[in-house]
């Protein structure tokens, strides 16, 4: 398995991953390329023999409070906050709750390294 930042080419695989995970649900993809653009290094995707098979999309804010799904980062995230703050996950299914605690684990990693405090993650 390997892990690095998000590429705009990475935006059909996600929605793939997003119809899996989220039910039928994926992202705009002008929502997606914004957050890819704005936040490329707290984008974090998971490579498996060659295939994208889970991302996992974080910010900082300045204080708790939770954000809507679909939201403009520009808004929402501050390069010197204290929260870091989960705002999408996927995983194919088959790869399962392991993937998604290393994923975690590479959001919190970044987070301690960038001097924030607090995880946050409402579902």
Same mark, same amino acid.
């Given at each position: ?6 590429? &705009? ?17 994926? #992202?705009?993809? $002008? ?7 704005? #936040?490329?290094? %707290?984008? &974090?995707?998971?490579?498996?023999? %060659? ?11 300045? $204080? ?13 995230? $501050? #390069? ?5 703050? &989960?705002?999408? &996950?996927?995983?194919? %299914? ?13 959001? #919190? ?5 960038? $001097? ?8």
């Amino acid at each position: 398995m390997i892990f690095r930042t998000v590429e &705009i080419s990475d935006i059909p695989q996600i929605q793939i991953i997003e119809r899996e995970y989220y039910e039928g649900f994926s #992202l705009p993809k $002008k929502i997606l390329r914004s957050w890819i653009k704005k #936040l490329p290094e %707290n984008f &974090i995707v998971a490579i498996d023999k %060659n295939t994208l098979v889970g991302f996992i999309f974080f910010e900082y804010l300045e $204080k708790e409070k939770a954000i809507s799904f679909i939201h403009n980062v520009d808004k929402t995230h $501050k #390069l010197d906050g204290n929260y870091l703050y &989960i705002s999408e &996950i996927g995983v194919l %299914n088959k790869y399962g709750s392991g993937l998604m605690q290393r994923l975690l684990k590479k959001a #919190l990693e970044k987070g301690r390294e960038d $001097k924030t405090k607090v995880a946050i993650w409402l579902i």
